[in-house]
């Protein structure tokens, strides 16, 4: 069983920076996938970016793109979302999430284990 911990939330202003850490401990933590989630109040959890364990491109959701970047470290089993150019509608709780290697999922049905969240509040 894989366990996933975040940290790394907090607040910040309009056009600043956050980074997020997701740290994976469990024996087969290294072949999975891993993927970033959010969920803001009223809304559905919505897929962010994802990193296989193969490595490769990562994938983004399109109004991410540019700001946000995914990366792992896999001598630490832990993955990393740099959020550059925050904007308020990025304010929600993120989640981590891991699944075994296969095919890209961005759905979060598709994720095998789930850490508890962090929250990120974006000011104007």
């Known amino acids: 069983q894989v366990q996933l911990v975040e940290s790394g939330g907090g607040s910040v202003q309009a056009g600043g920076s956050l980074r997020l850490s997701c740290a994976a401990s469990g024996r087969t933590a290294s072949t999975y996938d891993m993927a970033w989630f959010r969920q803001a109040p009223g809304k559905e959890r919505e897929f962010v970016a994802a990193i296989r364990w193969l490595g490769g491109s990562p994938y983004y959701t399109d109004s991410v793109k540019g700001r946000f970047a995914i990366s792992r470290d896999r001598a630490r089993n832990t993955a990393y979302l740099q959020m550059n150019s925050l904007k308020p509608e990025d304010t929600a709780i993120y989640y981590c999430?891991?699944?075994?290697?296969?095919?890209?999922?961005?759905?979060?049905?598709?994720?095998?284990?789930w850490g508890q969240g962090t929250q990120v509040t974006v000011s104007s």
């Open positions: 999430a891991g699944r075994r290697g296969g095919s890209f999922v961005r759905t979060p049905d598709g994720y095998d284990c």
